[in-house]
């Protein structure tokens, strides 16, 4: 369990600055025990059945309030990974908040549908299932080893409808004709926001690291939006809570796309904080308040930013 007392200072007076009146509570969450969560994969087992599942396991789970395939795992997580269930892809293990950026894209059994950094398969494999197998999705990644797990999570959850690319997803546009319904854009971070258990980021951010991070980031959101089609929604999420990844990015495309429109955000049952207005020296559109900002203390989960961009 975190000791409090021994984070670095640069790390308290940034989130200090991020959270303002709520950087106690955001200290005490740290201090607990990382929650753990799976998802039922109803493109193989229906949801009540999964809970029933489960419950005969004796493993205790809980729905998520903003989406009920999304369960709160208390009691026998440890389990889940041995059982027949989960080798027959009935059950896919997922953060809690890493199922929000699909929620946001709302994908459509008739959508086209593009992930540009898909692997290793977690937020793909959940909008084929939110599209019931119905459709079609181009699951993009560049890295080859990741590739591999994607090409498998796909084929374990019984997904169908979605087809493969290995490619840089910045040069995406020069190589495919079509145009999308819809984007995600779940880019590569420094992942900052995985601050309870697993490899919790602490330290001040490397700004010769973030620079390198958010040059790529910048290339993906320009590249998923001109795939995208007039009145198609992109998503762009990160497990980062740094602005540098976020709103900054965010508002270069806005700056260089005027036909790019941020949309609000409502996710019933989802605790979340608007996106910044403004941070340190930077002021940003005030349209970014209707981003997400999921920090840890909103819904015991990883923290993540996401953002709904319409195209007009």
Same mark, same amino acid.
């Given at each position: 369990?975190?000791?409090?007392?021994?984070?670095?200072?640069?790390?308290?007076?940034?989130?200090?600055?991020?959270?303002?009146?709520?950087?106690?509570?955001?200290?005490?969450?740290?201090?607990?025990?990382?929650? #753990?969560?799976?998802?039922?994969?109803?493109?193989?087992?229906?949801?009540?059945?999964?809970?029933? @599942?489960?419950?005969? !396991?004796?493993?205790?789970? !809980?729905?998520?309030?903003?989406?009920?395939?999304?369960? @709160?795992?208390?009691?026998?997580?440890?389990?889940?990974?041995?059982?027949?269930?989960?080798?027959?892809?009935?059950?896919?293990?997922?953060?809690?908040?890493?199922?929000?950026?699909?929620?946001?894209?709302?994908?459509?059994?008739?959508?086209?549908?593009?992930?540009?950094? &898909?692997?290793?398969?977690?937020?793909?494999?959940?909008?084929?299932?939110?599209?019931?197998?119905?459709?079609?999705?181009?699951?993009?990644? @560049?890295?080859?080893?990741?590739?591999?797990?994607?090409?498998?999570?796909?084929?374990?959850?019984?997904?169908?409808?979605?087809?493969?690319?290995?490619?840089?997803?910045?040069?995406?546009?020069?190589?495919?004709?079509?145009?999308?319904?819809?984007?995600?854009?779940? &880019?590569?971070?420094?992942?900052?926001?995985?601050?309870?258990?697993?490899?919790?980021?602490?330290?001040?951010?490397?700004?010769?690291?973030?620079?390198?991070?958010?040059?790529?980031?910048?290339?993906?959101?320009?590249?998923?939006?001109?795939?995208?089609?007039?009145?198609?929604?992109?998503?762009?999420?990160?497990?980062?809570?740094?602005?540098?990844?976020?709103?900054?990015?965010?508002?270069?495309?806005?700056?260089?796309?005027?036909?790019?429109?941020?949309?609000?955000?409502?996710?019933?049952?989802? &605790?979340?904080?608007?996106?910044?207005?403004?941070?340190?020296?930077?002021?940003?559109?005030? !349209? !970014? @308040?209707?981003?997400?900002?999921?920090?840890?203390?909103? #819904?015991?989960?990883?923290?993540?930013?996401?953002?709904?961009?319409?195209?007009?």
């Amino acid at each position: 369990m975190l000791d409090i007392d021994k984070l670095p200072k640069p790390f308290l007076e940034r989130f200090s600055a991020l959270l303002g009146d709520e950087f106690d509570q955001f200290l005490r969450n740290l201090a607990q025990p990382s929650e #753990n969560f799976v998802r039922v994969n109803t493109l193989k087992v229906p949801l009540k059945d999964g809970q029933e @599942r489960l419950a005969e !396991m004796n493993i205790e789970a !809980m729905p998520l309030p903003y989406y009920p395939a999304g369960l @709160r795992i208390r009691r026998g997580h440890e389990l889940i990974p041995r059982t027949v269930d989960f080798a027959l892809g009935y059950f896919y293990i997922q953060e809690g908040a890493s199922m929000v950026p699909p929620i946001s894209l709302a994908p459509k059994p008739n959508h086209l549908v593009l992930d540009l950094c &898909a692997a290793p398969g977690s937020k793909t494999t959940q909008i084929s299932q939110m599209m019931g197998n119905q459709g079609a999705i181009i699951a993009n990644d @560049r890295t080859f080893q990741r590739i591999t797990s994607l090409g498998h999570n796909l084929q374990l959850c019984g997904v169908s409808n979605t087809i493969v690319l290995h490619e840089d997803g910045r040069l995406l546009p020069q190589s495919l004709s079509l145009k999308f319904d819809r984007v995600l854009v779940d &880019a590569p971070c420094s992942a900052s926001g995985h601050l309870r258990g697993k490899s919790p980021q602490f330290e001040s951010p490397n700004p010769k690291r973030l620079q390198g991070l958010q040059a790529l980031q910048k290339g993906l959101i320009k590249a998923g939006f001109r795939l995208l089609k007039s009145g198609g929604r992109l998503v762009y999420s990160t497990c980062s809570l740094h602005p540098e990844e976020n709103e900054d990015v965010i508002q270069h495309l806005l700056n260089q796309n005027p036909e790019a429109r941020l949309t609000k955000n409502e996710i019933i049952g989802l &605790a979340s904080h608007p996106g910044l207005i403004e941070w340190e020296n930077t002021h940003y559109n005030d !349209m !970014m @308040r209707h981003c997400l900002r999921v920090y840890p203390q909103d #819904n015991d989960t990883d923290g993540f930013f996401i953002a709904s961009i319409r195209r007009s």
